[in-house]
């Protein structure tokens, strides 16, 4: 066993398999389940095992099997079912593979077996093999990202791919140079590696912050929407208790006013009494916190506005959506037609809402009637409303919300009316 520049740089890149093989997991799993020393020493045992096959055996069908019996181990940290560990652990060792047979060939070498000792020797080819599937994990992480709905900006498009490539030119360089000695070109391949994971450790972690950030504005806006119900609960009680005290002495003047046919002043009296009843609806009593709160929120001014609201609430106390993402559909919705209503004549204010859940869907109907023209630009709705920079997101973003529960949005405006129609496919939830 000689310990050239090819072996060292091998061993080098081995290690770095870790970081490979750890987003590669990040891509296809989304919970670990073990402590982190076990899964450390998982990953560990990747490298220590495959670098002593490759010092003592170096038979390409037997690395080749126990690279997929390791990363198999690996996935036994994150939460999954088995059949999904068995295929992503196929499909990892098949990407990664089929790489490297790529790269080696573009390095010139193409006789090998898979059952006898392994004769390549390519320290730049190697690192290149490495580099490109730490690049492929990156891209099959992106991907995972925009498929939770989480933005992916063109920035980390270009770092993915570039960051591996640039470096792996620059050693590219070094190595080339007449110059060079084996120390140097391996402490080139130390660095290179550290710059790909430092980058993208920085990253992760910049996002977990943002995410962070992300969580705790979304509970302070669950704590204002529980507030924001218990205050208009606790008004609408206590306008109801003093109705409740005077009631009985209003009635007993009606009744005198009327015995003493004075029906004029009795008719005032009890115009009254009418409109001490007119105290704030709640049109949401679900128990949901979160959907009532901006249902009543958003429709406490209706009746000031002469607004007729139909509202049907069905849903149970807890369902299996961000709060983030029903304050985003209802929120909006109920702001687009209050502002359409805004715009029309009193008596003809009416808005329908009907939000309703059955068999792991969430149904959500709003219409009213508007009187603006609809405008449309490249095929979407625009905003009517004078500054459009800062409106016109609204649809947008149930849409987009509604594509994370793999549903649907459905948008009309027919006979003076505009009605929105959301579908969500929620998994239900509910403690009794």
Not at 162 to 190: G, M, N, R, Y
Not at 223 to 252: G, P, V
Not at 352 to 373: Q, S, W
Request: aromatic residues 12%.
């Amino acid at each position: 066993m000689q310990f050239d520049t090819y072996t060292i740089v091998y061993l080098i890149t081995n290690l770095f398999s870790i970081a490979v093989n750890h987003r590669f997991m990040m891509a296809f799993f989304e919970q670990r389940r073990t402590k982190t020393g076990v899964c450390v020493l998982s990953y560990l045992s990747y490298f220590v095992v495959t670098s002593l096959l490759y010092l003592y055996v170096d038979i390409p069908i037997l690395t080749l099997l126990a690279n997929y019996g390791l990363v198999l181990v690996i996935s036994i940290n994150y939460k999954s079912g088995m059949l999904k560990r068995v295929i992503s652990a196929f499909f990892i060792v098949l990407f990664c593979g089929v790489l490297e047979i790529i790269v080696t060939a573009f390095t010139g070498y193409f006789q090998y077996s898979i059952f006898e000792e392994g004769s390549y020797s390519n320290s730049l080819g190697v690192i290149a093999a490495r580099l490109a599937t730490y690049m492929g994990a990156l891209i099959l992480y992106n991907f995972k990202a925009i498929r939770r709905s989480n933005k992916i900006k063109r920035s980390v498009w270009f770092a993915s791919v570039l960051i591996p490539v640039i470096t792996f030119v620059l050693h590219l360089f070094i190595a080339q140079s007449k110059d060079v000695t084996q120390i140097e070109v391996i402490i080139a391949a130390i660095l290179i590696y550290l710059v790909n994971v430092t980058a993208f450790y920085l990253y992760d972690s910049l996002a977990d912050s943002y995410i962070k950030l992300a969580e705790n504005a979304v509970m302070e806006k669950e704590r204002e929407l529980y507030y924001n119900q218990c205050i208009m609960m606790q008004t609408s009680t206590n306008e109801l208790r003093a109705f409740r005290h005077d009631l009985k002495n209003q009635m007993i003047s009606v009744s005198e006013l009327m015995s003493a046919e004075r029906y004029e002043e009795a008719k005032e009296l009890m115009g009254e009494l009418s409109g001490k009843l007119n105290t704030k609806t709640l049109f949401g009593m679900t128990g949901n916190i979160p959907i009532d709160s901006i249902i009543n929120y958003k429709l406490q001014s209706a009746g000031n506005e002469q607004i007729r609201v139909d509202a049907e609430i069905a849903v149970p106390e807890e369902l299996n959506m961000d709060i983030s993402d029903s304050i985003t559909v209802l929120g909006n919705l109920l702001d687009n037609a209050l502002y359409a209503l805004q715009q029309i004549e009193e008596s003809k204010r009416y808005l329908k809402l009907k939000v309703m859940f059955d068999k792991g869907r969430l149904m959500i109907h709003c219409a009213n009637p508007y009187v603006t023209e609809v405008r449309y630009e490249n095929g979407e709705i625009i905003s009517t409303k004078s500054d459009r920079k800062e409106h016109g997101f609204g649809l947008k973003n149930i849409e987009a919300v509604a594509e994370k529960y793999n549903g649907c949005m459905n948008v009309n405006h027919n006979d003076g009316v505009f009605t929105v129609d959301v579908l969500l496919y929620l998994t239900f939830d509910c403690k009794k």
